[in-house]
């Protein structure tokens, strides 16, 4: 176990985790919690209350770290309640130094709370987070509701943040709300099957599988630029169509199908991609704004027309040399 660290050096952690693309301001507030002033699409006023999880304080080693809840002035035997005054979210979390991950409970339903309340998180999920670099939930069953405990990586705090906003609160009751806005982007796993032989192919089963590594890597490449800029790159859930790649910026979601045309291949795929998009874009409901579809490709089309082509139907082509114009145009 490591030394539990001060307050002020979990908020500086945090504060370092989030980042300055995603930061407009940092500071106190009168009982000394970190208060963040966060750029779109992030939630613009954030009040966090942050804790050394730990495995647990001075005892034996468990499968579960755990927080113990202790609000400035709260006295033993006395009930508190977290500060949802001035602020769109108020975010509970805990930060494990040893594996530099940051779990995130949902302080909506913890409400008139015991002093020194113990919250958990299960080890093995936050040391999935740490190893895989994606964000890790675990749910939970409370009597104040159904609760999703999300552990981040620190490049991912931005999007664990967007994430635990989507849920949000329902009121001072401590009873959450849940809301589809997909969910954290899942990196398509790298594997070759055989092909089968009682298949008859009508193309070259290499230049297939060349797709579908292409395919994967103009994804993943897409889903890291979306993160670099601080939005978090989200992948479909159960109720959403089966785009490749979306993301929310303060009006609009970014909903993208991703394409790896061969030379022999390359009118068909332009031509499914583009239907696919414009249907994904349609059915996709995450209550903002606009939806706006995109197709990406390995590479800039070889027929010039796909651009303007797509810019009739509303759809931005782009590829991973056009990637960053492509986000510049997110603003």
């Keep these: 176990m490591t030394d539990r660290l001060s307050k002020a050096e979990l908020h500086k952690r945090f504060v370092a985790a989030v980042g300055p693309a995603a ?45 113990q809840l202790i609000l400035t002035g709260q006295m033993k035997g006395e009930r508190a309640d977290f500060d949802w005054s001035g602020v769109d979210i108020s975010l509970l979390c805990g930060y494990v130094p040893e594996h530099d991950v940051f779990v995130f409970w949902d302080a909506s339903l913890h409400v008139s709370f015991p002093h020194s309340k113990n919250l958990q998180v299960r080890t093995d999920n936050l040391l999935s987070a740490a190893a895989s670099g994606v964000l890790v939930s675990q749910d939970r069953s409370l009597r104040t509701g159904p609760e999703v405990v999300i552990c981040a990586p620190r490049n991912l705090v931005s999007g664990a943040i967007a994430e635990r906003s989507a849920i949000g609160r329902a009121g001072s009751t401590g009873a959450g709300r849940s809301a589809n806005r997909g969910r954290p982007y899942v990196r398509p796993p790298r594997s070759r099957a055989a092909p089968s032989r009682s298949r008859v192919f009508s193309v070259d089963p290499d230049a297939v599988d060349r797709g579908t590594d292409a395919h994967m890597k103009v994804q993943d490449e897409l889903a890291d630029a979306v993160s ?29 199908e991703v394409k790896s ?28 704004t606009v939806n706006r579809p995109v197709l990406a490709v390995e590479r800039r089309p070889s027929s010039s027309y796909w651009s303007d082509l797509c810019m009739s139907h509303g759809v931005v082509l782009s590829w991973p040399d056009a990637f960053a114009e492509l986000l510049d145009s997110c603003v």
């Excluded at 989200?234 to 303060?250: C, E, H, N, V």
């Excluded at 045309?261 to 583009?274: D, I, S």
């Excluded at 414009?278 to 996709?284: G, I």
């Design 228 to 256: 670099a800029r601080g939005w978090q790159p989200l992948s479909p859930r159960d109720s959403d169509p089966l785009f490749d790649i979306g993301w929310i910026t303060a009006e609009a979601a970014w909903i993208t």
């Design 23 to 67: 930061l407009v301001s940092a500071g106190t507030d009168s009982a000394g919690e970190l208060v963040l002033e966060l750029r779109p699409p992030l939630p613009n006023n954030v009040r966090v209350y942050i804790y050394n999880a730990t495995n647990p304080p001075g005892g034996r080693s468990t499968s579960e770290h755990k927080i």
């Design 261 to 288: 045309p061969t030379a022999t291949n390359e009118e068909r795929q332009l031509r499914l991609g583009l239907g696919q998009v414009l249907s994904y874009a349609y059915l996709v409901d995450w209550d903002v």
